[in-house]
């Protein structure tokens, strides 16, 4: 209900900047975040260059709104319904979502902001450091699932939540990159098997 | 000593082929294949834009001879000396030769072909393709290695090879997305564990 209230009261204005970011970081997963020039953005959502301009003024702004709007699709997708569950059920539905909204192919070009890293990795500034802080907190997400799930006896006491987040999270990367560049689920499933397999293991 | 022999062969225009192509190798896993202009390169290399159009008549042709030249870099790297063992030994070679060369880093955005899948993903054609097809080869070595080592014993008979090939390449693609993000070399070990302790349990 709440959500229906707030879009009511959605300027146009508001509206249509939401309709330019979302192709924006659509757009973004497949010709990378420097690729989102206001022109390219211009001839993708049919508006003018100058009533782009006047949205957001600067390709860095362009740059950080974008992050911003794939933030709260991934809020809606991913981590919204996950950080319903605590412990080990946080990490497992943390993972079951993620690669859910690779299957379907929320964005184009796969995880938003695995793409946005491969990208950025070697170029510093403002734009970097978002998406840097972005990562930061996913995986600061599952490192405190993981000490949960320790304390709560779900894991083995000597197990070490960095290192699980790391596996973890290097399964669901590669799940990402491959599905991506062959568009085969097959890889999608292997992730879900070694996850499976790797908790089952933590727990013993 | 038939590398010597090579080099002191090659011509004046060869060498300075290789000069230009070895900087791009490099270039390239910083501002992508696609930042690989003839103008960018020519400001990189010191040498005119004429000369550098010479060399190699488009960007397709230069993207392409880069890429020939960081497999190249790669088979001295990584493939060479890995390739001299066999079976789980050969996995394990691969594995340490791998994340040695991204430690070093041999290229300074990390492992090239790594850089360039995530870049070009989305992006069919030429260029594309050659890099998925060497991708394809690697995957293909560590699939033939682990059933080789599936045929002696070295690991146990109901080991899915195809699996194992996922899980370990997640591991290595972790490491060195992560190592040229944050220049941490915590993801080198955290790979290394987690390799050594799948194959332990592939070998039990």
Redo the contacts between chains.
């Keep these: 209900m709440t959500t229906t209230a707030t879009r009511r009261t959605r300027s146009d204005g508001e509206r249509s900047r939401r309709t330019i970011l979302l192709a924006a970081a659509r757009l973004a ?4 975040l ?1 690729g989102l020039s206001i022109g390219r953005l211009a001839s993708e959502t049919g508006m003018s260059k100058s009533g782009l301009f006047a949205h957001f003024g600067s390709k860095e702004k362009l740059q950080l709104a974008t992050i911003g709007m794939a933030e709260e699709i991934f809020q809606d997708e991913v981590l919204g319904p996950a950080t319903q569950a605590e412990g080990l059920a946080r990490v497992e539905a943390l993972c079951d979502r993620f690669l859910s909204h690779v299957d379907r192919s929320v964005f ?3 995880c938003f902001f ?2 946005a ?3 950025l ?3 510093p500034g403002r734009v970097r450091d978002r998406v ?1 802080s972005t ?1 930061r907190d996913w995986v600061g997400l599952f490192e405190e699932a993981f000490a949960t799930a320790r304390d709560r006896g779900e894991i083995a006491p000597e197990a070490d939540p ?2 699980l987040t ?2 973890v ?3 669901l ?3 990402n ?2 599905y ?3 568009g085969d689920p097959r ?1 999608i499933a ?2 879900r ?2 996850i499976a397999d790797r908790l089952e ?1 933590a727990a013993a």
Aim: hydrophobic residues 45%; proline residues 3%.
């Design positions: 997963t497949v010709e990378g420097g184009p070009g796969g695995a793409s890293a491969a990208e990795d070697t170029q840097v990562l960095d290192q790391f596996e999270n290097a399964m990367a590669e799940a990159g491959l991506v560049l062959h890889y292997m992730a098997r070694a293991r």
